[in-house]
C-alpha cells in the first residue's frame, strides 16, 4: 500500500484526495502489527526482530521500528523532489531547439521512471506479463535445483 501511495502521488502534480485517510490507515496498521507482535507473539518478535549490528554496534527492535516511521515520513519529501525533477524536464522539453540535446532529452525521458507517458498497448501488456512469468518460474526452477550456501 505503500508503494501504491507513493506512485500515486509522485505521478500527480497535486497531493492525492485520499492521501490523508491513506496515511492514516498506514500509520494505524503497522502500529497495530507492531503492537500484536511486541505483546501477543513476543518470542516471534523477539526471533523475527532481534535488531542488526554494523560494526560491533547493536540496533535493537526499537530502533528498527523508529526507522520505519523515518522511512515512510522520508517518502514525503522524495515525492516534492521527483515532482520538481518532472517540472524542470517538461520545462526543458518545451524549451530546448538544438537537436542534439532534443535526443539527449529524449533519452532521458524514455528512461526516468516518473515521467507519464502514454499506456502500453494489450499485446505489449500481454507480452511484458509472459515475460516476467517466464522468468519468475525460471528462477524458481533454478533455485530448487541449486542449492543455495545459507
Same mark, same amino acid.
Given at each position: 500500500?505503500?508503494?501504491?501511495?507513493?506512485?500515486?502521488?509522485?505521478?500527480?502534480?497535486?497531493?492525492?484526495?485520499?492521501?490523508?485517510?491513506?496515511?492514516?490507515?498506514?500509520?494505524?496498521?503497522?502500529?497495530?502489527?507492531?503492537?500484536?507482535?511486541?505483546?501477543?507473539?513476543?518470542?516471534?518478535?523477539?526471533?523475527?526482530?532481534?535488531?542488526?549490528?554494523?560494526?560491533?554496534?547493536?540496533?535493537?527492535?526499537?530502533?528498527?521500528?523508529?526507522?520505519?516511521?523515518?522511512?515512510?515520513?522520508?517518502?514525503?519529501?522524495?515525492?516534492?523532489?521527483?515532482?520538481?525533477?518532472?517540472?524542470?524536464?517538461?520545462?526543458i522539453k518545451e524549451d530546448v531547439n538544438?537537436?542534439?540535446?532534443?535526443?539527449?532529452?529524449?533519452?532521458?525521458?524514455?528512461?526516468? *521512471?516518473?515521467?507519464?507517458?502514454?499506456? *502500453?498497448?494489450?499485446?505489449?501488456?500481454?507480452?511484458?506479463?509472459?515475460?516476467?512469468?517466464?522468468?519468475?518460474?525460471?528462477?524458481?526452477?533454478?533455485?530448487?535445483?541449486?542449492?543455495m550456501p545459507w
Amino acid at each position: 500500500m505503500i508503494s501504491i501511495i507513493f506512485v500515486e502521488n509522485v505521478c500527480a502534480k497535486e497531493w492525492t484526495i485520499s492521501l490523508k485517510k491513506d496515511i492514516f490507515y498506514i500509520i494505524l496498521t503497522s502500529f497495530l502489527i507492531f503492537s500484536y507482535w511486541a505483546f501477543v507473539a513476543k518470542t516471534v518478535y523477539e526471533n523475527f526482530m532481534s535488531g542488526f549490528s554494523i560494526g560491533g554496534i547493536n540496533f535493537g527492535s526499537f530502533f528498527i521500528i523508529v526507522i520505519f516511521y523515518i522511512v515512510f515520513a522520508f517518502l514525503f519529501g522524495i515525492i516534492k523532489l521527483i515532482r520538481k525533477v518532472n517540472n524542470y524536464l517538461e520545462s526543458i522539453k518545451e524549451d530546448v531547439n538544438n537537436s542534439d540535446k532534443k535526443t539527449f532529452i529524449k533519452v532521458i525521458l524514455k528512461i526516468y *521512471p516518473f515521467t507519464k507517458k502514454k499506456w *502500453p498497448s494489450t499485446k505489449s501488456r500481454i507480452l511484458r506479463f509472459f515475460l516476467v512469468i517466464i522468468v519468475i518460474i525460471s528462477a524458481m526452477l533454478l533455485f530448487a535445483i541449486i542449492n543455495m550456501p545459507w
